[in-house]
């Protein structure tokens, strides 16, 4: 490209760059901030948890995304779980009534981490020796959740011994418990010291996917909690990601507009067409227009008639104030129809030019059938001129 090309098109050029620049720099912010994830149902990192949603969707089980608040919850609990994996949020008081109105109506609530702690008062979850990695957890009793066998946990959260009335279905090493449930009014919570056995990493780890079937396996219903999940969406973003992007998109609108700006003022010049104001379609507008709105439909019957009065008396040689059916009686006799009914037509058209409670309709019907009596003295009138023209060549 020319140096005189490309200094004409600096503007595009440089708008088209920066926003490139904006766009890469997004999108290494974006993805440095994802990190490891969380147990979201839509999140694909480590910490996800979008394959074991998956999983339960595509095995039949009733499963679905939640993403409205705890007091949108069904009143008749029976037979519904929810899973709260690892919220990014502890909830408000109203939204801790509700859960526990949840539960206690017959509901299952299936939770982990210190989230516990938030929604009981109790302090229930404690910080025990640090689990590293996928530490094999072995069952601790015999209960419809230990049937498969040792599952995998880490984290540093075990369960305190001295609460009262839980059931401990697996413990780790130390004998730290790592799942337990207890009733609560007619229904049951279960907790799990991390989300790791239904992340997308440790899902497929010992019997980790096992655990989770069974602790769904009896519910009609089971809804994957996402409110508590930051901000609601399907991706985590940073405050400084969001900035940019709404930066970006920002800077982007403004450079589409200086470029659709730009292009309009580099094309051709073309003055908008002028519509002359005695154009014939235009007076036949107008002047329906007017009719209508004079709610007079019988004006335009008259006129027709006239114009049929006033070319008959030119074609036919008979007076200009003639009557329609004498119009209609010469027209026959002159041979421009066989029309027999032609001055019925017409007489009825004349009485209607006088009748000003005539409908629209009805008035199009007589202009139309005083338009084909028109057309017919017009083309006898042009045929009769063709004639005498043939008849004076002849004689010369």
């Not at 912010?29 to 969707?57: I, M, T």
């Not at 009914?341 to 007489?347: H, P, T, V, Y």
Request: one cysteine or more; aromatic letters at 6%.
């Amino acid at each position: 490209m020319p140096l005189d090309a490309l200094a004409k098109h600096r503007l595009p050029l440089l708008a088209g760059l920066a926003l490139l620049l904006l766009a890469v720099a997004t999108a290494m912010l974006s993805r440095q901030d994802e990190g490891e994830g969380s147990p979201s149902s839509y999140s694909v990192l480590n910490r996800g948890g979008k394959a074991a949603y998956l999983f339960l969707l595509q095995s039949g089980y009733p499963v679905e995304r939640w993403e409205w608040p705890p007091e949108e919850l069904p009143m008749n609990a029976s037979g519904v779980t929810l899973i709260l994996a690892d919220p990014d949020r502890s909830p408000d008081d109203d939204d801790r009534a509700e859960l526990v109105r949840f539960v206690s109506s017959g509901g299952k609530l299936l939770l982990s981490g210190e989230f516990i702690n938030t929604f009981s008062g109790a302090k229930q979850a404690i910080t025990v020796e640090r689990r590293i990695g996928f530490e094999r957890c072995p069952p601790a009793a015999p209960t419809s959740l230990t049937r498969a066998g040792a599952i995998s946990q880490d984290g540093d959260w075990g369960w305190r011994p001295e609460a009262l009335r839980e059931m401990v279905h697996f413990a780790d090493p130390r004998g730290n418990a790592v799942v337990v449930s207890y009733p609560l009014g007619k229904g049951e919570i279960e907790w799990w010291a991390s989300a790791l056995p239904l992340t997308n990493v440790g899902v497929r780890d010992a019997h980790n996917l096992e655990l989770l079937m069974a602790s769904v396996a009896s519910s009609r219903r089971i809804l994957w909690d996402e409110y508590f999940h930051a901000d609601h969406q399907h991706t985590r973003t940073s405050g400084y990601a969001k900035v940019l992007r709404w930066g970006g998109l920002q800077l982007g609108l403004l450079m589409l507009v200086l470029l659709v700006s730009y292009a309009r003022r580099s094309g051709p010049l073309v003055s908008l067409p002028v519509v002359s104001r005695l154009s014939p379609l235009e007076f036949v507008e107008s002047m329906g227009a007017v009719f209508h709105k004079a709610q007079s439909p019988q004006i335009a019957v008259e006129i027709a008639v006239e114009r049929l009065q006033q070319v008959a008396a030119l074609r036919l040689g008979i007076r200009a104030q003639a009557e329609a059916g004498e119009i209609a009686r010469t027209m026959v006799e002159r041979g421009y129809t066989q029309d027999q009914d032609l001055a019925a037509k017409l007489g009825a058209a004349q009485q209607a030019a006088s009748d000003y409670e005539l409908k629209e309709k009805a008035a199009l019907k007589h202009v139309r059938e005083v338009s084909r009596a028109l057309a017919l003295l017009e083309r006898g009138g042009q045929k009769a001129r063709g004639n005498n023209l043939a008849a004076s060549a002849r004689g010369m």
